[in-house]
């Protein structure tokens, strides 16, 4: 059965560095929230299925100006830290998570805290167009399962993990399970807990396995918690080579890089997402395509706390599955668009060169750069892939998870000039903002956008 039916602009990434604009294109949604069909104006049934559409009251059409993208996917959020956002970023990793981060932390113990800073943060990100987002929440338990509530009550599709960290060495007495076989039953716990919630039939939230990085994990909780990621088959996030520090940590402690780990303890599957990665050589980008495993580029975060640029040029050569994350607080802000555009400008200080006082062939990595149309791909279809999820590009079986945005509306930065010859995503991704999202729906389901404020 048919729920209803799109016309207007659509724009999506297919196929990677390739954009393609459908004008006046129709995407029939099935009562699931599933892309029925998807029909270009050359199409013999696209007069026919517009008009019975309009007939049965059941035709979305957008105006002139407006522009439906694929739901932004964001690959690496920490949702307790919300709160620093924009705060305590003149610190290196170690020291900012110990005197910061971990305290912020410990405080989602307290359920009526948790509930307000998730209610917000699913809000926000939901209002900047991120349809899907991957959550490390805390240690502990109770409040975990209420971001899931959360993000299941406001219709936004969500993976979400309990943080297992349970190293005494390398966390705090006031913040860390307290034991591998507890972080163990409660990662177990909260699995089962998301896989029966009342409401989540159809799958939109799902649980991750989440050990914090190597460096905050014993060896007995990695290797339970790899045997729960084949026993469940579900997804594992985690921190891969993101700073010196912790790159050399893992160096010293099992004598191998993070991916050869990873892998050793089973944590390194297709349904791994690996958070930065930014000292990812050849060889680990070798054994990252072997196991299918994806990547959240986190470009804003990068610049604090990695002091190094993705290689996101040579991953997509490679053709690894590559998407965003805010890496909301380690960056500052929950927009993925901007995390577009700092995925392009990153490479291209990559590629160009920093120091001005070597010279121009000495001064950059050649052949590093990416343009939009690669950043929007990793944004929306290349954080699909990295999910195994059918989401992210317009295309029959895929789920609806789209957003309007529109660039008529007064006040906004975002300006397309209809009588030049524009490329108008390369606008979007510099220029929109909140206020240029009019309408985010998740699995066929309107959840918000200025035309339906949520709450
Ligand atoms: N490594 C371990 N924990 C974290 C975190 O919270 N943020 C970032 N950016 N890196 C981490
Ligand atoms: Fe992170």
Known sequence: MKQFTLCGTLIHAPECGEIE????????????????????????QHATIKQTAFASNSLIELSAGQYLLPGLIDLHVHAPQWPQAGNALHLPLYTWLQEYTFPLEAKYADLAFAE???????????????????????????????????????????????VAMDSPAECPDYYRDASAQQGLADTRALIEYVRTLPGNEQGTVLPVITPRFIPSCTDEMLTGLGKLAAEYDC????????????????LNRHGKRDTESLKSFKLL?????????????????TTIKQQRSGIAH????????????????????????????????????PSLLQNCHAAV????????????????????????????????????????????????????GYAFDALVIDSTVTGSNLMVWEELDQDVLQKIIYNASRQNIRKVWVQGVLIGGVDRPVG
């Open 116 to 162: 307000k800073v998730y209610t917000s943060l699913v809000d926000t990100l939901i209002a900047n167009g991120t349809t899907t987002t991957l959550y490390f929440a805390t240690v502990h338990l109770s409040a975990t399962k209420l971001l899931a509530d959360i993000c299941l009550a406001k219709g936004q599709r969500a993976l979400v993990g309990k």
């Open 235 to 250: 997804h594992v996030q985690t921190h891969c080579s993101e700073s010196d520090w912790e790159h050399n940590y893992v």
């Open 345 to 396: 400008t990153a490479s291209r200080y990559l590629e160009g060169g920093v120091d001005k006082t070597l010279t121009q062939h000495e001064r950059g990595v050649p052949e590093s750069r990416i343009n939009f149309k690669e950043a929007f791909w990793m944004a929306t279809t290349g954080g699909g892939q990295a999910l195994d999820l059918n989401i992210g590009l317009f295309k029959k």
């Open 21 to 44: 604009i459908i004008e006046n294109g129709l995407i029939e949604v099935d009562e699931a929230g599933i892309i029925a069909g998807l029909h270009s104006p050359e199409a013999e």
């Open 269 to 285: 599957t297709n349904k791994t997402i690996l958070a930065h990665s930014c000292f990812i050589n050849a060889d680990d980008m």
């Open 298 to 333: 986190c470009p804003l975060s990068n610049a604090y706390f990695a002091d190094a640029v993705f290689p996101a040029r040579q991953a997509l050569d490679l053709g690894l599955d590559v998407g965003l994350g805010t890496d909301v607080a380690g960056g500052a802000t």
